[in-house]
């Protein structure tokens, strides 16, 4: 997401750092009014009830929705600075209640899905315009869009360094271009500003052929709410808070603007106004300003897409530190912190939008799609938020009418997007639903695998260790050698550890080192401890990272054995005699343990299920050592039975020797 300054700059509030959060942040809102008000009216015949009814729709779903719900309260749910739902769930964890992590891996699942929609709805939106001046066959303007895409996500690996310069003004110069056209037109027609009444919201409900469906039409106008949180982290929640007041009311004028133009031409149906590509976004615009507003538009989606895809990285980041994901490369293009890039989301989102941009065609049909996972994101969030207002001891008077007004507005939406769920709504909900069954699976998997992990004490093998390392007549393995370790508590290590050392081939080395990381709940922090447990024999260290931060566990772990050194803690030249006197360092080595699944397990089917999709992922995701960034010549992986279940008694009957009689 460019510019990912993390200074001060950007989290105070100045206008360099407005500017920016309109570059990041309003794309995917800002990009709406392109395709709101025609999936309203539709092909229906324009009346002055459906265009009042459906800005007056907007109106409130824009100041309900998104104004109140995600800019002033959402937003105060911030974890050390960072939105987004897994954010979120990071901070109710702390409630103990377990089914909360259901919310949190739909929502997300959800939020990538809708990654996959939002680039092809809008630079398909943006590009149709053309055909107000210059008509063209759908495979061309299909054709138009894949390469745009296609452009855009081969330049991610680049980071958006050169973009991000690009993306402030040009962000500016859309907003603008949106409120300037919407000014000129508002006084086509006054009485448009009566829709600032509720009544004529809920009069849409009748007026409109559809009824009640319609709402799905108007939810569209909010679908970027939920990326807005999710961008907290790189511009600040008072830059977002201030820069929403100006976007806001550009894109009401906007609406308002095109309300007023549509009663003009009450009867008429879009169609007859401006052709197959009958939008009002496009029609009220003079004919010789139209080239120049479909370049711009098109801008305008592409910044909205680049903003949703950094957004996913993050996600699957983030997915990734809560043992939601597995464990795949991240690339960190540039030096500005919190800027990654993920080659397989990157390369499996263009193919998903290219598939979406063929089987749907045009940005029409791709709006029954669109809405659904959003608002399964939303009303996830919705959960969450109300257990982190009671963890904050918000007054209940407080939260429950809160909570109940926005269950209410939700679940409407929900339902008016339901019936779409045949025209591509599924779509979305098979991206999903695999999102889902992935990290579901990850997550039980990594519990299951943690409940059979014997760990035993390391009291209990001091002696035999200190022995071991002394013992000449083994050969030595290594100087030092090093386990990883997941044991929260100092002075415990898994039995698999112990029996590496001591039962495998004894591996004997002069210094043991047991490492062990925890993932925190905020994003940035890079901290160590160092215990010693047996002096110049054994040590363990225990790193703390933010779960934003790279773990790059061999440049960690040499500044941490500089820093031992430096304090005379530890002395690690090697101790053979000729390299000694020469002050020459000991090698290092890393020991992985790579489990498989036992033949010995006795799994229930439910955990023969997912252990064995498990392990099918697992095909798929970074090597351990890639993951904790080893050196492979240093590393040795020992292949490790994971047995789950063992069966305790195989229960042998012993026979007497058979005595040949002659």
Request: hydrophobic share 45%; aromatic share 12%; glycine share 8%.
């Amino acid at each position: 997401m460019s510019t990912h300054n993390h200074s001060d700059l950007h989290s105070k509030l100045s206008l360099g750092g407005l500017l920016v959060t309109l570059g990041i942040i309003y794309g995917d809102i800002g990009t709406s009014p392109l395709y709101v008000m025609k999936a309203i009216l539709g092909n229906y015949a324009i009346t002055s009830d459906i265009v009042l009814g459906g800005i007056s729709c907007i109106f409130w779903t824009l100041t309900l929705q998104t104004t109140l719900k995600y800019v002033i309260i959402t937003l105060s749910a911030d974890n050390h600075g960072e939105g987004g739902i897994f954010a979120l769930y990071a901070l109710v964890k702390r409630t103990k209640i377990k089914w909360l992590i259901v919310p949190a891996i739909i929502g997300g699942s959800a939020l990538l899905a809708d990654g996959i929609i939002t680039p092809p709805i809008s630079v398909s939106s943006a590009v149709e315009g053309i055909n107000n001046f210059l008509p063209m066959e759908t495979s061309t303007i299909q054709a138009i869009v894949i390469g745009i895409l296609i452009v855009l996500f081969t330049i991610q690996q680049f980071g958006t360094k050169l973009v991000g310069k690009f993306f402030a003004p040009m962000m500016l110069v859309w907003f603008s271009m949106l409120g300037i056209l919407g000014m000129i037109h508002i006084f086509d027609d006054l009485s448009v500003l009566k829709a600032i009444n509720p009544y004529y919201a809920y009069h849409l409900l009748q007026a409109h052929p559809e009824g009640y469906f319609v709402l799905g039409s108007v939810f569209l106008c909010t679908t970027g709410a939920e990326a807005l949180y999710s961008d907290m982290g790189h511009c600040g929640r008072k830059n977002i808070r201030i820069s929403w007041i100006f976007v806001k009311l550009m894109l009401l004028l906007n609406y308002f603007g095109q309300g007023a133009y549509l009663i003009t031409h009450e009867g008429k149906t879009l169609k007859q106004l401006g052709g197959e590509a009958g939008n009002p976004f496009y029609l009220i615009m003079s004919d010789w300003f139209q080239p120049i507003g479909v370049v711009i538009a098109t801008l305008a989606a592409v910044i909205a897409s680049q903003a949703l895809i950094s957004g996913s990285f993050t996600l699957i980041n983030e997915a990734m530190r809560l043992n939601f994901w597995p464990k795949v490369k991240i690339n960190y293009p540039t030096e500005l912190k919190g800027q990654l890039y993920i080659p397989s989301i990157n390369w499996l989102l263009l193919l998903g939008c290219i598939g979406i941009v063929l089987y749907f065609k045009e940005s029409g049909n791709m709006e029954h799609a669109y809405g659904l996972a959003i608002v399964l994101c939303m009303i996830m969030t919705t959960i969450l938020l109300t257990f982190y207002l009671i963890l904050k001891r918000v007054n209940m008077s407080f939260i429950i009418p809160l909570i109940a007004i926005y269950s209410i507005i939700e679940f409407s939406f929900l339902g008016a997007i339901l019936p779409k769920f045949t025209h591509g709504g599924f779509v979305t909900l098979i991206i999903a639903s695999l999102l889902i069954a992935i990290m579901g699976t990850w997550f039980m998997a990594k519990r299951i695998s943690k409940n059979y992990t014997k760990i035993v004490k390391i009291e209990t093998y001091k002696k035999v260790l200190a022995e071991l390392s002394l013992d000449l007549s083994i050969p030595k393995y290594a100087t030092h050698l090093v386990y990883m370790t997941n044991s929260n508590r100092i002075d415990e290590i898994e039995e698999k550890v112990m029996y590496s050392i001591l039962q495998k081939r004894p591996k004997r080395a002069d210094i043991y080192w047991f490492i062990h990381v925890n993932i925190l709940g905020e994003p940035y922090r890079k901290e160590y401890r160092v215990s010693e447990i047996i002096k110049d024999d054994i040590y363990r260290i225990d790193f703390y990272l933010g779960f934003r931060e790279p773990t790059k566990i061999n440049l960690m772990f040499k500044e941490v054995i500089k820093d031992m050194v430096k304090n005379g803690e530890v002395d690690i030249t090697s101790r053979y005699e000729s390299l000694n006197k020469n002050n020459i360092i000991g090698d290092f080595k890393f020991v992985l343990s790579e489990k498989f699944l036992s033949n010995d397990s006795d799994l229930t089917f439910f955990e023969n299920i997912v252990m064995n999709s498990y392990f099918f992922l697992k095909k798929f995701s970074l090597s351990e050592e890639k993951g904790f960034g080893l050196d492979s010549s240093s590393v040795k992986i020992e292949q490790f039975p994971l047995v789950l279940h063992a069966p305790e008694i195989i229960g042998m009957k012993r026979v007497e020797n058979f005595h040949s009689h002659n």
